[in-house]
């Protein structure tokens, strides 16, 4: 919640917006003067030498309207960031171009979306019988995600497997993730299982295929799934992420897997060819996206309807859009041309800036916008505060979020900490923060625009928290007390539960020992040692870096013990993992 950037921002946005039949067949006035000050209102900000840049294009009835320029495609060399800019879409949202090629090769005849995937590669387990492609597409499959696993074994979500590590990885899976054909998790195994399998049909490397069949026939020269990305690529731009106000680092944390390393190279010209692919209802893309939506499913575990190969259904005002879109929440297409309106976006700033698109839109469909939803006005003058009064915030603080990942809905505790006079924020193992009294419960950082505002419903209720962030993208977290107590355990009750443990899947050994401080640490070859904490009844936190940032997130271990009440093995879980055993594989004397 602080300045780092979860998920990657060096994309393409593509807005287009339609109305619902009883709108159709309205038309929007646009006035090229005023849309270009809107855009300036919008984007100014970047427009200097020390910003990365953007690239926006506006599209009525398929006629460019204005096309607009800010900051930098290169900040180390000062090259300015253009229209024919190159740019990487990120992970998540380049599936909508894989998922188009399996509807062109089930179009093709080459292969069915309804085929097994066994069909294609035998040695996968025998519960992944009735698994087949949709299921990939929908995440249903039950497959683990690569990441989301391997992150136990590995120090970081950057390292490469080859593709028989990938596969062996798959074909070694004990039993399903979730119920396959029912279920839901989300998957990158999905896609990169998928991608396997449509060389295997097309009998050609994906980058060739798409390049053939999807991006040549529409004249993007410039966009292709990338192979390699340390290949030199001219007019590409690196991408930029800020951990500070306005100081920015080159972005070289993205993710690599062999068979879903889909990154998707583009500019904001080549998207004009892509935005009429979809304006045209007999083009081959259009017809793509019928076959997708046949058996295709929206994420269970979500509010707005969002497919997983990339289109979220969203109203703007009275109008429909459609958003194209990956789950890290950077939309770049949306159809039904009633109102014929388009808006393109590239960028390699490694921002969330979504709500500036928004923005956009209202103001293109000359929609009341009174009803926006202003920002909670704080002060930031701190005010003395007694410790003593501080006490009644201090304690630890549950958030639970909605979660694309899963049924298993997301936990993150924080926890607020009295020193001295002064109330601190835990916000990670490494990272406690000093917060500025401003009056009436409401604390301040001191660094950045967020507020921690502490309340009661009731004077008997238990303390909440509204945690305002109001840089980047504004949003509003809510927290709540944890009435859960951290349990204490005697040393001789964390004894018991050191040793070695063993991952089948993984073919993995990790030990635990309980260090001089009565803390069980967890002890791998690859990984730098973590404390397991206590939470509740045989439950621990294995803070772990999965993200591409500089945050933990948390995994939940479950211990599991025998009739004597020794240990037996315990269960990790997460988000994106809903089951990985490790065993107990060494016992102490006095357990033999």
Request: proline content about 4%; charged content about 20%.
């Amino acid at each position: 919640m602080r300045t780092q950037i979860i998920l990657s921002t060096t994309l393409i946005t593509l807005l287009t917006t339609t109305a619902f039949v009883s709108l159709s067949a309205q038309t929007i006035s646009i006035d090229k003067g005023q849309l270009e000050k809107k855009l300036d209102s919008l984007f100014n900000a970047f427009n200097n030498t020390a910003s990365p840049g953007y690239a926006i294009t506006v599209i009525q009835n398929q006629k460019v309207i204005t096309k607009k320029e800010y900051g930098r495609a290169s900040l180390e060399h000062n090259v300015p960031f253009n229209h024919n800019t190159i740019v990487t879409i990120p992970y998540s949202e380049g599936r909508e171009f894989i998922s188009l090629a399996a509807a062109l090769l089930d179009q093709d005849g080459k292969l069915s979306l309804d085929d097994k995937v066994r069909k294609y590669f035998p040695k996968l387990p025998l519960w992944a019988e009735s698994v087949t492609l949709q299921d990939l597409l929908n995440h249903s499959s039950g497959f683990c995600d690569e990441w989301a696993t391997l992150v136990l074994t590995q120090a970081s979500m950057n390292n490469r497997l080859d593709e028989s590590q990938f596969l062996n990885f798959l074909y070694n899976q004990p039993d399903p993730q979730v119920e396959p054909g029912k279920g839901y998790m989300y998957s990158n195994s999905d896609f990169g299982l998928l991608r396997l399998i449509l060389e295997k049909a097309s009998n050609e490397k994906l980058p060739y295929y798409m390049e053939r069949r999807i991006f040549k026939p529409l004249h993007m020269l410039s966009t292709s799934l990338r192979i390699n990305k340390e290949t030199v690529i001219e007019n590409h731009a690196f991408s930029y992420f800020s951990d500070s106000p306005g100081v920015y680092k080159v972005w070289l944390r993205d993710k690599t897997s062999p068979g879903g390393n889909y990154f998707i190279l583009t500019s904001a010209n080549d998207q004009e060819r892509w935005a009429g692919a979809f304006a045209d209802k007999n083009s081959f893309v259009t017809k793509g996206f019928e076959r997708l939506r046949q058996n295709a499913r929206p994420i269970p575990v979500l509010k707005e309807k969002y497919y997983t190969y990339g289109h979220k259904i969203k109203k703007i005002g009275a109008y429909e859009t459609t958003i194209h879109m990956g789950v890290s929440g950077y939309s770049y297409l949306s159809r039904i041309p009633s109102v014929g309106l388009a808006i393109i976006c590239t960028t390699n700033n490694h921002e969330p800036y979504s709500e500036k698109l928004d923005e956009l839109a209202i103001y293109l469909l000359q929609i009341d916008n009174n009803s926006k939803k202003q920002l909670q006005k704080f002060s930031s003058t701190p005010k003395p505060i007694k410790g003593e009064e501080l006490q009644k915030y201090a304690g630890r603080y549950l958030s639970f979020g909605e979660n694309f990942q899963s049924t298993v809905q997301s936990r993150t505790y924080y926890t607020m900490k009295v020193i001295g006079d002064s109330l601190y924020w835990q916000y990670s193992s490494t990272e406690i923060l000093p917060l500025q009294h401003i009056g009436n419960g409401v604390f301040k950082d001191p660094d950045f625009a967020v507020w921690l505002r502490f309340f009661r419903t009731h004077p008997d209720s238990l303390m909440q928290v509204e945690a305002h962030k109001q840089f980047g993208k504004p949003e509003i977290f809510n927290w709540v007390k944890d009435t859960n107590v951290e349990p204490f355990y005697p040393r001789e009750y964390l004894q018991k539960l050191t040793g070695k443990y063993y991952s089948k899947h993984l073919d993995f050994y990790l030990s635990i020992v309980l260090n001089d401080d009565g803390k069980l640490v967890v002890k791998r070859p690859t990984i730098a040692d973590k404390f397991l904490q206590s939470h509740s009844a045989d439950e621990f936190i294995l803070l772990t870096d999965f993200q591409e940032t500089d945050y933990e997130v948390n995994f939940w271990i479950h211990f599991y013990f025998n009739q004597a009440g020794i240990p037996t093995h315990f269960d990790v879980r997460h988000g994106r993992l809903m089951h990985h055993r490790f065993d107990r594989i060494n016992q102490h004397s006095d357990e033999k």
